[in-house]
T-cell receptor
Framework: GAVVSQHPSRVICKSGTSVKIECRSL??????MFWYRQFPKKSLMLMAT?????????EQGVEKDKFLINHASLTLSTLTVTSAHPEDSSFYIC????????????FGNGTRLTVT | EDKVVQSPLSLVVHEGDTVTLNCSYE??????LLWYKQEKKAPTFLFML????IEKKSGRLSSILDKKELFSILNITATQTGDSAIYLC??????????FGKGTKLSVKP
């Protein structure tokens, strides 16, 4: 079945550095991918929608200059957390629909980011 | 390899029916099991379960976890058309990661 691979699964970085997270659809093409952040209440907050070949659409309150999204191909989207701060420490998850919009989402396994 | 398996993959019922959604898991250093309702892009959190045998309830929805048999169920009673959605189950390990199942697509007909 459809698989979404997310890498790295865990990363620790120092304040001020940038971290790139990759999300790949392994056996299907994804023109759209979604990036989420998981908060302590375990709710998933949608950060942005990544669109292949065009700019990402950011949700209200998400800093686009801080969370850079690039969707370079039909199977790869990247999220770069720039100039990371401890408050950016969180769990980031990507997902991609296989097929038409509103079809079931396939989730990556997430990336645990810790900024020291 | 960690995995979460949900069944059935899809389900069609009529309003007023009761449904049970299943989720089995194999996750290293299991810590918690979560249920989400996905209607659009961002799943809505429903429940987090960490202890066996303790039912969590919210309105017509309830869920329980069996850590011995490694599964959880989500029950919805007196279903309504607004319950139509994809229900996701995710198991969390000690690393803080979440392993998602494929989801169960529930369609509630009037």
């Amino acid at each position: 079945g459809a698989v979404v691979s997310q890498h790295p699964s865990r990363v620790i970085c120092k304040s001020g550095t940038s971290v790139k997270i990759e999300c790949r659809s392994l056996d299907f093409q994804a023109t759209t991918m979604f990036w989420y952040r998981q908060f302590p209440k375990k709710s998933l907050m949608l950060m942005a929608t990544s669109n292949e070949g065009s700019k990402a659409t950011y949700e209200q309150g998400v800093e686009k200059d801080k969370f850079l999204i690039n969707h370079a191909s039909l199977t790869l989207s990247t999220l770069t957390v720039t100039s990371a701060h401890p408050e950016d420490s969180s769990f980031y998850i990507c997902s991609a629909p296989q097929g038409i919009y509103n079809s079931p989402l396939h989730f990556g396994n997430g990336t645990r980011l810790t900024v020291t | 390899e960690d995995k979460v398996v949900q069944s059935p993959l899809s389900l069609v019922v009529h309003e007023g029916d009761t449904v049970t959604l299943n989720c089995s898991y194999e996750v290293t250093n299991f810590r918690s099991l979560l249920w989400y309702k996905q209607e659009k892009k961002a799943p809505t959190f429903l429940f987090m379960l960490t202890s066996s045998g303790i039912e969590k309830k919210s309105g017509r929805l309830s869920s329980i976890l069996d850590k011995k048999e490694l599964f959880s169920i989500l029950n919805i009673t007196a279903t309504q058309t607004g319950d139509s959605a994809i229900y996701l189950c995710a198991a969390g390990g000690s690393q803080g990661n979440l392993i998602f199942g494929k989801g169960t697509k529930l369609s509630v007909k009037p």
